[in-house]
Structures are given as structure tokens and as C-alpha cells.
């Protein structure tokens, strides 16, 4: 079975920390996003991947950061946590062209 | 990506078939169109996806316009694990970014 992991289910910061949520996919796949989602607003793209190295900004990338040093894994970084921050993350990868493959996501609270 | 319109809730008797619309009117011509539902507090999960004819899987089928502007997913006997929010979604396919939007609520009713 294919599979894409998210390092934590839940997680709860204090403003200012620097968080980091992990996903890691055992596919193979060229491509991975990170989404947030929040209630009312559906699945809104932060940032994604189409190569080791290779970052684009998605809808809402202020605030975030990414790193993708390896194929399998892809780190979304919150420098310094706000509340406003709080909410479900959703990692997914993807063949091109392919469906989505989603992480259980990771509910972060920040405090 | 395409843009997609969906509505924003929907109802359908358990048994029934449930008939969730998309409009993508803006699609390219070799974009494919993709849905995907999400149950809550889990990440979505793939259904099906099309790109001119019409398909079928053990999920659902998916009947696509000829002119490709619109598309309807169709589970054929709704039961009500079927409630969910349906995400139809047509991604550039030169790496695009997989936007998706709101949604619709399918709840499937005793």
C-alpha cells in the first residue's frame, strides 16, 4: 500500500516557537504539497515540491517555509509560530500525472 | 489549474444515487479532471479522475460534457458512509499546484 506519513498527529506550540511538520512518502514521487485547512475554507495550498531542492509558492505561503533535501521527504517550517497559525496540515505527493496521495494530516495548536 | 465551481452542500437518500456536479469551464485540453472526498478529520482520498470520456470504477462513475466545461461524479447506491465533502479539482499537468476548492458537502440521509 502507498503511503504518505505525517510525523505528528497533534501538536500544541507557544506563539514564537519554530515548528517543523514532517512528511515522509515511500512512493517514489516527484511531487509534494503542503495544505492547511480550516473550517469553512477547504484545502488551501501553501507550498509544493516537483523536485529534490525545487520549491513554488502556493496560495498562502506567508509565514511557512519549506525544505526538500530528500525525494521522500518534505518539511513545511513555521519560523515563529502565531495563533493564527492553528489548524489542520494536510501533506500529500503525487506522480506526473497521478492522483493525490494524503498524510492523516496534523492538527497544530499554537498557544 | 483550472478553476472549479461546486455547490456547496447537497442531500440524497441512502440507496438512492447521489449526483455531485462540477463546472470547470476554464479547463485546457489536457487537463484532466480529478475527484477526490474527504470524511472528516481525515486527509482526502482519491475516487476517481477522466480526462474526455466517461469512467467507472468500484467507487463511482464519472460522466465528463464533450466540451469538457462541466462534469458529474455519480455514486450509484448512496449509503450513508458516503457522507463527506467532494473535491472535484483539475491540476496543471506542467507540475501544477493542485488547487482545490470549497467543496461540496454530500450528506446521505436514513
Known amino acids: 500500500d502507498v503511503k504518505v506519513t505525517q510525523s505528528s498527529r497533534y501538536l500544541v506550540k507557544r506563539t514564537g516557537e519554530k515548528v517543523f511538520l514532517e512528511c515522509v512518502q515511500d512512493m517514489d514521487h516527484e511531487n509534494m504539497f503542503w495544505y492547511r485547512q480550516d473550517p469553512g475554507l477547504g484545502l488551501r495550498l501553501i507550498y509544493f515540491s516537483y523536485d529534490v531542492k525545487m520549491k513554488e509558492k502556493g496560495d498562502i505561503p506567508e509565514g511557512y517555509s519549506v525544505s526538500r533535501e530528500k525525494k521522500e521527504r518534505f518539511s513545511l517550517i513555521l519560523e515563529s509560530a502565531s495563533t493564527n497559525q492553528t489548524s489542520m496540515y494536510l501533506c500529500?505527493?503525487?506522480?506526473?500525472?497521478?492522483?493525490?496521495?494524503f498524510g492523516e494530516g496534523s492538527r497544530l495548536t499554537v498557544l | 489549474d483550472a478553476k472549479t465551481t461546486q455547490p456547496t452542500s447537497m442531500d440524497c437518500a441512502e440507496g438512492r444515487a447521489a449526483n455531485l456536479p462540477c463546472n470547470h469551464s476554464?479547463?485546457?485540453?489536457?487537463?484532466?479532471v480529478y475527484w477526490y472526498r474527504q470524511i472528516h478529520s481525515q486527509g482526502p482520498q482519491y475516487i476517481i479522475h477522466?480526462?474526455?470520456n466517461n469512467e467507472t470504477n468500484e467507487m463511482a462513475s464519472l460522466i465528463i460534457t464533450e466540451d469538457r466545461k462541466s462534469s458529474t461524479l455519480i455514486l450509484p447506491h448512496a449509503t450513508l458512509r458516503d457522507t463527506a465533502v467532494y473535491y472535484c479539482?483539475?491540476?496543471?499537468?506542467?507540475?501544477?499546484?493542485?488547487?482545490f476548492g470549497d467543496g461540496t458537502t454530500l450528506t446521505v440521509k436514513p
Open positions: 500529500a505527493s503525487r506522480d506526473e500525472p497521478g492522483e493525490l496521495f
Open positions: 479539482i483539475a491540476p496543471n499537468t506542467n507540475a501544477g499546484k493542485s488547487t
Open positions: 477522466g480526462l474526455k
Open positions: 476554464t479547463i485546457s485540453g489536457n487537463e484532466y
